[in-house]
């Protein structure tokens, strides 16, 4: 079993930055590979960012790529998520997820946190 909790949510200018992190419980927690996935208002949620178990391999999807960095502290039991130069499309909440392989896809991810919301204004 493996809890999460995200925070660093908030509000902030375009081009400005936010860095999400991802707490997690539980022995295993080193053992997932975790995705960060956004939900706009309205609409489904989408696959941000991934990170392998170790840390060593990711993957962005397209309209963040250059932006956004993943990386993961198993000392810690955190993922962070830095958001560099953000758009007023970035505006979502965010959610951390783990899952035992790699997968872009919602129905692939075990454990999800709660959300924070970030929020860009134009």
């Known amino acids: 079993q493996v809890q999460l909790v995200e925070s660093g949510g908030g509000l902030v200018q375009a081009g400005g930055s936010l860095r999400l992190s991802c707490a997690a419980s539980?022995?295993?927690?080193?053992?997932?590979?975790m995705g960060w996935f956004r939900q706009a208002p309205g609409k489904e949620r989408q696959f941000v960012a991934y990170?392998?178990?170790?840390?060593?391999?990711?993957y962005y999807t397209d309209s963040v790529k250059g932006r956004f960095t993943l990386s993961r502290d198993n000392s810690k039991n955190t993922v962070y998520l830095q958001m560099n130069s953000l758009k007023p499309e970035d505006t979502a909440v965010y959610y951390c997820?783990?899952?035992?392989?790699?997968?872009?896809?919602?129905?692939?991810?075990?454990?999800w946190g709660q959300g924070t919301q970030v929020i860009v204004s134009s």
């Open positions: 997820a783990a899952t035992k392989a790699f997968s872009t896809i919602v129905p692939s991810y075990d454990y």
């Open positions: 539980g022995r295993t927690f080193s053992t997932y590979a």
């Open positions: 990170i392998n178990w170790i840390g060593v391999s990711t």
